[in-house]
């Protein structure tokens, strides 16, 4: 299995709604990746998980909540967003933080979120 | 953060070479060069990366100058679906943290029949 799975591909939620995206992945890769995509712009980092440990934290507004509940899996708890919070969210995995293969993603097709 | 500066578009002929440059001045020594593309409603993709050697694989082969402050991603025979977003990025490496990538502007490559 060398891919990056994404869920739900498509999500529309209001302002006040509570709701998570899930990523998952089946390859032995320990390091684990959120960024953001707005159309048109590159992918920004927003978290980075080494070993089911937050690593890296790009100052993301705390309305965004990651976890990592195993090596495997990869969730973004989502919380009264705003409209410009809507956007490509794209999953990524990689063997590691540092080593051969470190920094080659995987990355998943992406869940795209709608902020009403 | 070492940054990166691409040109915004390229247009290539089906079935020659595709020459993407990229130019990172102020890369420190031991800072990686990647190289990732994405096409359209897909994911990013890792084509290639490299520290100061010139690399090749079945995809791309990279080239970085001896001064490594510029480099270029050449696609050897490019096809209608190497159509996509080239980005070149400089490996941020954090102690403690780890490597971290991130993406520049990158550059829209439309190859043409």
């Known amino acids: 299995d060398t891919e990056v799975t994404q869920t739900p591909k498509h999500l529309v939620m209001g302002m006040t709604n509570k709701k998570s995206l899930k990523c998952e992945q089946h390859m032995g890769h320990r390091a684990m990746y959120w960024y953001k995509q707005k159309a048109k712009k590159p992918p920004e980092l927003m978290f980075v998980y080494s070993y089911e440990k937050l690593s890296i934290n790009e100052s993301v507004p705390s309305r965004f909540s990651p976890e990592c509940p195993n090596s495997s899996l990869l969730n973004l708890h989502l919380h009264a967003l705003q409209p410009e919070d809507s956007a490509l969210y794209l999953c990524?995995?990689?063997?590691?933080?540092?080593?051969?293969?470190?920094?080659?993603?995987?990355f998943g097709a992406g869940s795209r979120l709608t902020v009403l | 953060d070492a940054k990166t500066t691409q040109p915004t578009s390229m247009d290539c002929a089906e079935g020659r070479a595709a020459n993407l440059p990229c130019n990172h001045s102020t890369i420190s020594g031991n800072e990686y060069v990647y190289w990732y593309r994405q096409i359209h409603s897909q994911g990013p993709q890792y084509i290639i990366h490299?520290?100061?050697n010139n690399e090749t694989n079945e995809m791309a082969s990279l080239i970085i100058t001896e001064d490594r402050k510029s480099s270029t991603l050449i696609l050897p025979h490019a096809t209608l679906r190497d159509t996509a977003v080239y980005y070149c990025?400089?490996?941020?490496?954090?102690?403690?943290?780890?490597?971290?990538?991130?993406f520049g502007q990158g550059t829209e490559l439309s190859v043409k029949p």
């Open positions: 990524a995995s990689s063997p590691g933080l540092a080593g051969v293969g470190a920094n080659v993603l995987t």
């Open positions: 490299g520290l100061k």
């Open positions: 990025i400089v490996r941020v490496w954090i102690y403690n943290q780890g490597g971290k990538l991130i």
